[in-house]
C-alpha cells in the first residue's frame, strides 16, 4: 500500500521559480522533482552543500532553578490554589 502526506514547505520565491521552470521543462509535477531530490539525497548519505556549515550552540542561562517539583502533583495545585504565588 501506498502512502501519501500533504505537507507544507517554506521555499526561497527564487527557487520555488525554478522548481516551476524545471518541472514545466521536464513535463512532471513540482512534486515528483521535490521527492526525487530528497530521495537522491536520502539514498547516497549527503549532505547539501548548505548543510555542511555547523550551526552556533544555542544559548544557554540559569534560570535560577525550580521554585516547585513539577513531578509532586499536590504542590502543584497547592501552588495553583494560592492567592499570590510564592516568587
Given at each position: 500500500?501506498?502512502?501519501?502526506?500533504?505537507?507544507?514547505?517554506?521555499?526561497?520565491?527564487?527557487?520555488m521559480q525554478?522548481?516551476?521552470?524545471?518541472?514545466?521543462?521536464?513535463?512532471?509535477?513540482?512534486?515528483?522533482?521535490?521527492?526525487?531530490?530528497?530521495?537522491?539525497?536520502?539514498?547516497?548519505?549527503?549532505?547539501?552543500?548548505?548543510?555542511?556549515?555547523?550551526?552556533?550552540?544555542?544559548?544557554?542561562?540559569?534560570?535560577?532553578?525550580?521554585?516547585?517539583?513539577?513531578?509532586?502533583?499536590?504542590?502543584?495545585?497547592?501552588?495553583?490554589?494560592?492567592?499570590?504565588?510564592?516568587?
Amino acid at each position: 500500500m501506498v502512502s501519501h502526506m500533504k505537507t507544507t514547505f517554506n521555499i526561497n520565491d527564487t527557487l520555488m521559480q525554478q522548481l516551476r521552470v524545471e518541472a514545466a521543462r521536464r513535463g512532471v509535477t513540482m512534486t515528483q522533482i521535490v521527492e526525487s531530490g530528497i530521495r537522491h539525497m536520502v539514498a547516497s548519505g549527503e549532505d547539501a552543500p548548505e548543510f555542511k556549515t555547523k550551526l552556533r550552540p544555542l544559548p544557554t542561562w540559569n534560570s535560577g532553578g525550580m521554585l516547585v517539583d513539577v513531578s509532586n502533583r499536590e504542590e502543584m495545585y497547592r501552588i495553583f490554589d494560592e492567592e499570590k504565588p510564592p516568587w
